[in-house]
């Protein structure tokens, strides 16, 4: 089956410093893959949807500059999280889909703590 | 906007005893379901997904659920749960906007503990 592989699965980083967190499909090409963030005993809530080789869009309250998203390729997305800070701490997941009639394929998530 | 929501944030069951939660979405159009299921320390996992045909579907591990459109309602059940089903679940919906790319939005998820 589908399979996305998200990396790195933890990370720790300084209050400052940028994060780039990769989202790579593996078996399939993703023509849509989706941004999530997941706050500790809460739902998903989408971030981003980007498609291959067009600028994401954004969801409402999400800050397009402090949350970079690249789609270069039709098996790769990364996020990048500029000058992170405590609060930018969560639980990111990446999914990505080749058409809505196949759904969804999730990474496993990348735990990230700023420090 | 669409939204979707879940009733029930926390259930606590016995093992055998049967299982409905419930799930809601507000979206006039076409929509596509799903069931996800986050087992601790995993990732998401589909449980089920309705995308036409036949409303009442069946999952992985002996889940189901039902799609009745006029009550916009999606419930997962599970006749007798295990307590491998210590879980949480999500309920999913997708619908198209104005023929862009279908965005899936997750309900607040339903705590699932079952007790040996």
């Known amino acids: 089956g589908a399979v996305v592989s998200q990396h790195p699965s933890r990370v720790i980083c300084k209050s400052g410093t940028s994060v780039k967190i990769e989202c790579r499909s593996l078996?399939?090409?993703?023509?849509?893959m989706f941004w999530y963030r997941q706050f500790p005993k809460q739902s998903l809530m989408l971030m981003a949807t980007s498609n291959e080789g067009s600028k994401a869009t954004y969801e409402q309250g999400v800050e397009k500059d402090k949350f970079l998203i690249n789609h270069a390729s039709l098996t790769l997305s990364t996020l990048t999280v500029t000058s992170a800070h405590p609060e930018d701490s969560s639980f990111y997941i990446c999914?990505?889909?080749?058409?809505?009639?196949?759904?969804?394929?999730f990474g496993s998530g990348t735990r990230l703590t700023v420090v | 906007a669409q939204s979707v929501s879940q009733h029930n944030h926390h259930v606590i069951l016995s093992e055998a005893a049967s299982l409905e939660l419930g799930c809601n979405y507000s979206y006039g159009g076409t929509v596509n379901l799903f069931w996800y299921v986050q087992y601790p320390g995993q990732h998401l996992q589909l449980l089920l997904k309705y995308f036409s045909g036949d409303p009442l579907v069946k999952g992985i591990k002996g889940f189901e659920a039902e799609f009745i459109k006029s009550k916009f309602s999606f419930n997962l059940r599970k006749p007798s749960v295990q307590w491998s089903d210590t879980a949480e679940y999500f309920c999913a919906v997708s619908a198209l906007y104005g023929g862009a790319t279908n965005k899936l939005i997750f309900g607040t998820g339903t705590l699932l503990a079952v007790q040996p």
């Open positions: 999914s990505a889909t080749e058409r809505q009639l196949y759904g969804y394929t």
């Open positions: 078996d399939f090409q993703a023509t849509t």
